[in-house]
């Protein structure tokens, strides 16, 4: 939940998503990788876009919150978006 107030508020950015054949096209969201140890590679992924009005942001749009084993997060998002079946 911190990192999403971290988004809302605009003090954290993730890292641009592609369009790709497992996952549908994403080039539209951001990921923001974490984990609760700090011992290991961040396991999981919140996967966001922006929602504009012209040129300004009004929204941050969380469409998934998940592990990145086997995609999970990301295929989420894309099914959540109508973007794969």
Do not use: W
């Not at 998503?17 to 700090?38: A, H, N």
């Not at 011992?39 to 998940?66: C, M, N, Q, T, W």
Request: hydrophobic residues 40%; glycine residues 8%.
């Amino acid at each position: 939940l911190s990192l999403m107030k971290q988004l809302r508020n605009g003090n954290i950015q993730g890292k641009p998503l592609e369009k790709r054949e497992s996952t549908g096209d994403l080039s539209d969201c951001f990921k923001i990788l974490f984990d609760v140890r700090q011992d290991i590679p961040p396991r999981f992924r919140i996967v966001y876009r922006k929602l504009h009005k012209g040129l300004e942001v009004v929204a941050v749009e969380v469409l998934s919150v998940g592990e990145r084993f086997e995609l999970e997060a990301y295929i989420e998002a894309a099914l959540r978006l109508g973007r794969i079946t």
